[in-house]
């Protein structure tokens, strides 16, 4: 991972290089306000944010631990919901029938649509500011673990199913015993994929609900002055991905200590 | 004293109206306990399907079906039989004696009876020293040996088994004949063993029944009057030879009827 960092960095100075030496612009400008310089990033992650403040770093690290928190809420919310369904769709077809179709309609709304909606039903009820981003980042979290769910619930073989019929095994013996436990490496896959969507989630979410202190309004922030200062934008770019990266590295931790080395799928 | 497994009139119909196939008609058998029965047939024959009406896995559509003098579903619900198939079906997150505890979990057997059993049951199938492996660590045959020491962990008084040696290659399959053979010994289990092995079905039965299809009837009935200690002199007794012929013969007057 690290020699592919480094490889990253020098491939992008050699670009600016080269390319500025030539004198060509295609397909990316290497000028510095579209390109800076790797060290400039790491000078602005160094400076102070503000006058006499903390490093950038450190203020963005703060920002993302926060972040972080709101993701990590909304994907135990949406993991949860998303089990929850895809029980309840294993269980019952005409409870899959009647709710996938809606299911699979509130990932086609843009989040961008939905977070302002949120914030403002989120206020009505005195939700605090953060578990109404949290709320936005279970939305992403919840379609992937469902639809993982109920692919990993339906994995056994039917023999398999016939084998606890024939120890004339309750429903919830066999989903406990047999379904939830074949389920676990699907789950996990999602889990990996709702671990970095929630962390957009929340980013997103801390737009409309003017949340401060986090990494949404500082991204925002540094985009609107790109042009003026790009490596700031740079710099908090680079934390949160470093953010997606430590949750998803969580969720993998997790995973092997709960799914069987033989069963995992390698990602 | 009362069958192990009855059958009257027993039919069986897939699908309905145009579309169906009549895959079992007019059953009539009668399979004392003790017996080692064995259903051997060409494929289509029904005699899986048999297998399953027998294990309450499906529904005969007429007909009466008396297991372990009862219902085949109350038998089932009292846990009366054991099932083994022709695939292992171990859950392969579970190590060996956690897949022999998995029928003793769903039926309360507390923990210290778990244990005690599993380890009775691995002992019985000779796979102690492979308790903590996982089952993708074993053979298809030591996999298939795990099947029947779970099949037999809760003391069932049948044994049904679909195949069960189908996939495993010839010599792996005698041994688990004369394993099977052993279990039967010991434990005094009624044995139904579906099969399309000829010597298989008469290595290890007391009663053959052969079976034909379109629709699958039970067609012939014969009696193994081998002794009911078999070992590998068996395979080399005249009398086998001429039950194997006899078998063999049966299964062919039938198919020389269909055709």
Redesign the interface.
């Known amino acids: 991972m690290l020699a592919l960092l480094i490889l990253v960095l020098v491939v992008w100075e050699a670009y600016k290089a080269i390319w500025t030496a030539q004198g060509w612009e295609w397909p990316i400008r290497p000028d510095n306000r579209t390109m800076p310089h790797t060290w400039d990033v790491a000078v602005a992650l160094a400076e102070p944010a503000q006058r006499n403040g903390p490093p950038l770093v450190w203020v963005e690290l703060q920002a993302a631990l926060l972040t972080l928190r709101e993701a990590f809420v909304g994907f135990l919310i949406g993991g949860a919901i998303g089990f929850g369904l895809g029980v309840l769709f294993v269980r019952s077809s005409t409870a899959e029938r009647a709710f996938m179709p809606y299911v699979v309609a509130s990932q086609t709304v843009p989040i961008i649509a939905i977070a302002p909606m949120v914030v403002v039903w989120g206020g009505r009820v005195n939700l605090p500011q953060w578990l109404s981003v949290s709320m936005i980042a279970a939305y992403l979290t919840f379609f992937p673990v469902a639809i993982n769910t109920l692919r990993g619930l339906r994995s056994p073989?039917p023999?398999?199913i016939?084998?606890?019929?024939?120890?004339?095994?309750t429903p919830s013996?066999t989903l406990w015993?047999?379904q939830v436990?074949?389920a676990?490496p699907f789950i996990f896959t999602a889990l990996k994929v709702s671990a970095a969507a929630s962390v957009i989630g929340a980013i997103v979410g801390e737009l409309p609900a003017g949340l401060r202190g986090g990494l949404g309004r500082d991204l925002l922030q540094f985009s609107q002055q790109f042009t003026a200062a790009p490596q700031k934008l740079f710099a908090a770019v680079i934390i949160a991905g470093l953010a997606g990266i430590a949750f998803v590295g969580l969720v993998t931790f997790v995973e092997h200590r709960v799914?069987?080395p033989?069963?995992r799928q390698t990602t | 004293m009362t069958s192990a497994v009855e059958a009257r009139g027993v039919g069986k119909v897939f699908g309905s109206g145009t579309d169906s196939v009549e895959a079992l008609s007019d059953i009539d058998l009668s399979f004392s306990p003790g017996d080692f029965v064995s259903l051997i047939g060409p494929s289509g024959c029904g005699k899986s399907t048999l297998l399953r009406l027998i294990?309450d896995?499906a529904q005969p559509s007429r007909g009466e079906l008396i297991v372990n003098g009862k219902s085949p579903r109350q038998a089932?619900?009292?846990?009366d039989?054991?099932?083994v198939?022709q695939?292992a079906?171990l859950?392969?997150?579970r190590t060996v004696r956690k897949n022999v505890e998995?029928?003793l979990?769903?039926?309360d057997f507390d923990a210290a009876a778990r244990t005690a059993r599993a380890e009775e049951m691995l002992a019985l199938v000779q796979l102690e020293r492979f308790a903590d492996h996982?089952p993708?660590q074993l053979s298809g045959g030591m996999q298939q040996r795990v099947a029947i020491a779970r099949a037999l962990a809760f003391s069932p008084a049948i044994l049904l088994m679909d195949e069960p040696f189908g996939a495993l290659d010839e010599m792996t399959r005698e041994l688990m004949q004369q394993e099977v053979l052993r279990i039967w010994e010991e434990t005094a289990i009624t044995v139904v063993f579906v099969t399309h092995s000829i010597p298989e079905a008469v290595f290890l039965s007391t009663r053959v029944l052969v079976m034909s299809p379109r629709p699958g009837t039970i067609s012939e009935e014969l009696v193994v009057d081998l002794p009911r200690r078999r070992d590998e002199d068996t395979r080399e007794d005249p009398r086998y030879f001429k039950l194997v012929t006899e078998v063999r013969e049966a299964l062919r007057r039938r198919e020389r009827e269909h055709r």
């Open positions: 073989e023999t398999s016939e084998l606890m019929r024939s120890y004339a095994s013996e015993k047999l436990p074949a676990l799914v069987a033989a069963r | 294990a896995l089932r619900l009292d846990r039989y054991g099932m198939f695939a079906t859950l392969d997150w998995l029928p979990e769903i039926m996982f993708w």
